[in-house]
């Protein structure tokens, strides 16, 4: 089974609370993927929502996890998925928010550092560092704002006009690694806009 599956897990903090949060655009990635897959998400003994399916008939399995536990916990979830789903680290697409990316852009990459962030600390911690990212940028925050309170904050007015497409081209990233591998969706992602 773990041959043709991949683990794609949008990083948030649950409930409503946080649901339209900077720090939970990897979440609003995993519904977009959700929706296209035609099914809806269901509790998972991992601690997880996580909704399943392929694309087209025969193509690769995809399962789309969120995670029940805040942000700073998400590694354990995420381990006890990959060990439920008998995946590697390197079957594993992980969607999270980025400050050192402008709004509006997404880095594609494999390994590095967590960069401060707390929900990839813990998955690096609880499995592996050596694991696909989708960056979607969320910016700095402006002035003096701490970035702990800037990230937990809705996005703006102008964002959330932009969001839909941002979250439409995160989801079509995860697809483009699915599909055709990192490099391939890299040079795709990373080609200027024209």
Do not use: C
Not at 5 to 18: E, K
Not at 125 to 150: H, N
Not at 181 to 189: E, F, M, P
């Amino acid at each position: 089974m773990a041959a043709d599956t991949w683990l794609v897990v949008g990083l948030g903090n649950p409930g409503s609370g946080y649901a339209n949060t900077r720090h939970n655009v990897g979440q609003m990635v995993a519904d977009e993927l959700a929706r296209r897959l035609g099914t809806k998400f269901s509790r998972h003994k991992a601690h997880a929502l996580v909704a399943e399916g392929r694309m087209v008939p025969g193509g690769p399995k995809i399962v789309v996890a969120k995670s029940m536990s805040y942000m700073n916990t998400s590694g354990g979830p995420v381990a006890a998925l990959l060990a439920y789903y008998s995946l590697d680290v390197d079957r594993l697409i992980v969607v999270h928010d980025e400050l050192d990316i402008p709004f509006d852009t997404l880095k594609l990459k494999t390994g590095g550092g967590h960069g401060g962030h707390n929900g990839l600390r813990d998955i690096g911690k609880a499995a592996s560092a050596d694991f696909t990212r989708v960056r979607v940028g969320i910016g700095r925050p402006p002035g003096r704002q701490d970035a702990a309170d800037y990230v937990l904050r809705p996005f703006g007015a102008d964002e959330r006009s932009a969001l839909p497409s941002v979250i439409a081209d995160a989801a079509d990233a995860v697809m483009l690694i699915v599909d055709d591998g990192l490099v391939a969706a890299q040079q795709k992602v990373h080609a200027p806009r024209t």
